[in-house]
């Protein structure tokens, strides 16, 4: 059990740019600096785009932005809406046998629930706060 | 998110051996009837055998029986045995220029451990509480 790298790299996306310049980070800039495929990132971008949590401005000086306030965003919607599937398991792809009157699914829909509640505790400024004036403040200055 | 399909099976295998009948259960029927590949399914009752949840006998008449009250045994305990992994991102695998000070991961293991909670409150009995007297026990009586 654990988050996609979508996901993952999607927190991350939003961490580095809720600790970035003024201006627009360029695409490169965090390709480079997590080492990830262009493309995988582009779609994480692009769905964060969507999403209205990232601004993306094109040209010269074009880059992306945080769209939103990293207070009022949490961890519970971002992993939420970046994972997709919503089920722990998938009944219908093997076709279980146990499925009539199987009480797992709904007991997972209730753990699952326990974890999203405890997840809507904390906001994108929560996962930074310790990363202020270090290595994130670091990695931008040497693109400043 | 979701749980391993080693996991999905072996939930699976501890309910079907939940109900059924009182001398052990071939390996072959349960390959049967999840329409799952052998090996797989050996390499989960392995592990099932190795936590002392599962009695494994050989012979004519061997095959798999619960060594444990389904009472006692409870989901959460079941996932994460059966999950292996305990953490929902692998900080390490990604070489993460982010983790210096990130919250992440606490959090993640937070929401973790509110999962394992609710999780908890079930027992491997629980789950099959919706089944007595049908699919289940008709699966049973087509191989008597």
């Known amino acids: 059990m654990q988050l996609t790298h979508f996901t993952d790299l999607g927190i991350r996306v939003l961490m580095y740019l809720t600790h970035s310049r003024p201006e627009p980070i360029k695409i490169s800039e965090i390709v480079e600096q997590f080492q990830v495929p262009r493309n995988h990132l582009i779609k994480v971008v692009n769905k964060l785009a969507k999403l209205e949590w990232v601004l993306?401005?094109?040209?010269?000086?074009?880059?992306?932005q945080l769209a939103i306030a990293p207070t009022s965003l949490t961890l519970g919607t971002i992993i939420r809406q970046?994972?997709?599937?919503?089920?722990?398991?998938?009944?219908?792809k093997a076709k279980c046998k146990l499925s009539v009157g199987c009480q797992v699914k709904s007991f997972l829909d209730n753990g699952l629930k326990a974890f999203y509640e405890e997840m809507n505790r904390y906001t994108l400024a929560d996962t930074v706060k310790g990363?202020?004036?270090?290595n994130i403040i670091k990695m931008h200055m040497s693109y400043a």
């Open 131 to 134: 990363q202020t004036g270090n």
């Open 82 to 92: 970046l994972e997709g599937c919503s089920q722990l398991i998938d009944c219908e």
């Open 56 to 64: 993306t401005t094109r040209g010269r000086n074009g880059g992306l």
